[in-house]
């Protein structure tokens, strides 16, 4: 295969995120260097010169920035391992001029003050440009308290503003929330020694005791506070109360009442806010994912023109994913990131008054060089009448009796594959002349609870049906070849890439397994999961139990494996350790069965760097091909 589409795939976005200074006089972006770091830089939009560039030490990498005021920018830091796993924050919170002067490490174990503790911002305090309010906790403790400060940007000093009654126990989500004057008025976590249970609680004014608000099981109906309205009463979130899917609703402090305002019977909707002069006023509507990227506006809001310019960007860039990045404070500049699967993501200024759209950056120009394949949304029934999702990845040409990979996302609960952004597996393979089938099987998140339910306790068993169902509704529809078909996936799509062979013994040809879970009683004992209660505690309610996981474990079923495993793991991989992968290949090796192997070191769990990624897709083609008898 061309070297050159793999390495535009391989690389890293050019630019992350872009936000514009209250004033509008700056802009700061955070982008990748060549080792993979993230760095900041702020460019003066008038004289288009670049005023600095900031980098974390060593391998740490800027996480999240904030405009503070018109001059100054609070910053965080995070460790990364793999590109699957979710940045580390460090904890530490640094202010700085949008000149790179004045910089000071607030917060962490290297700030001046001496305390150590992991610290977050809460509230950014946009009428107090010299504060923010954040809270503490030492993650060391047993009893890990959040103490709340208001903090002063310039040098650290903080002021207590109490200590909150919840505790972030590792895993347990910790939020809280301030209404609009920078008030804690509610705060919601999941308790561990709870089974993870949930609790949301809330008081009138800071003066008031907290009381129980809302208590959940976990994966049971629940409402997740996002920000207080204007009333500071009312909290607007996602909520499954009321409906199986996540809806937007309101939950008022005061009278315990709680609205929908708007849902989607098959998917989860996402919030559409409108904020000015850094505060959220008001909700404008949701936006979802089905058959294509849409949105609902509602009808009862006090600033209609600015909802209808909303609505208008959204018809320009009519099935993509359109988010607002930040506004200056009167709302006159605003900066969007817009992209979707067959469209690398785009930065635009957009000028409200002029209703001026310019482009600011591209996050993968090279990508504008290659012939991509394009990716659609599908749906397919299964045996038992699901209907499912998936991401269909064809290439070029007529698109029947084609070579065909199965390829099912990681997690399994709570993530999905969506057409909001560019997938590079399924690119490059449909790139080599595959077709590609991303299906969201049950078990996946964004289609509701009870779906996500589904797949407990059935990982190596319904929820590999919904993947056969799939591959079979396309040979059927005579898109792909059923004699030249593999699979591949990574964590949980690695687990499942090994347990579809194992389950459909003569419908592959070949698998491929990538950072995957191959012994289910192993995930108690190694990786960072079973770390804390919490994770067990995830363990426990999703993986089969006796006799079901040794049957759904496929290190206890490899002797049903009648095709060709290529094994890829990264050798620092901390969420799927590397003994699952020697403990596959041992006991292929003990039954003299064809295996590839590849294992990278500095490498967690997926690879970062581009070099890796090209080598691991050469070597993925190669093997592909030679098993599927592709024409080369």
Known sequence: MDNDILEAYSKSSLYLDIKISPDGKYLASTSRDENGVILLTVLDIEEQKVVSVTRGRGKESVNTFDWLNDERLLLSMAREVGSLEVPFGTGELIGMDANGKNKVILTGWRAKSGDKRFSQVIDLLPDDPDSVLIYSVDLTSREPYLDIYKMKVSNGRKQSQGRAPLRAYRGSGANVYTDQDGNVLAMDGADPNKDNESVLLGRKTVDDEWEVLFKSGAYEPSFRPIVFLEDNKTLVGLSTIKTDTWSLATYNLETKKHEVLASHEKV???PILFSEEGKIKEIFGVSYEYNTIDAHFLSDVKNKSFQKLIAS??????GQAVNITSTTKDNSKVVLRVGNVNNPTHFYLFDTKARKLVPLAESRPWLNDVDMPKSKLITYKTRDGLEISAVLTLPKGKPENLPFILLPHGGPHGLYDTISRIDGDAKVLASHGYAVLQPNFRGSGGYGLSFDKLGFRNWGTTMINDMTDGTMHLVEKGIVDKDRMCVYGASYGGYAALQNVIREPDLYKCTIGFVGVYDLDMMFEKGDIPRNKSGKNYLNRVLPVGEDRDFQSPI????????PVFIIQGEEDQR????HAFALRDALKKRNHPYEW????????????????VERWKAMLEFLDKYTAKAQ
């Open 313 to 318: 960007l959204l018809n320009t860039f009519k």
């Open 576 to 579: 799927v350790p590397k003994e």
């Open 598 to 613: 590849m294992m990278k070191s500095g490498e967690g769990h997926g690879f970062y760097k581009p070099e890796n990624n």
């Open 268 to 270: 989860d909707v996402s």
């Open 556 to 563: 206890k079923n490899v002797d049903k494996i009648k095709v």
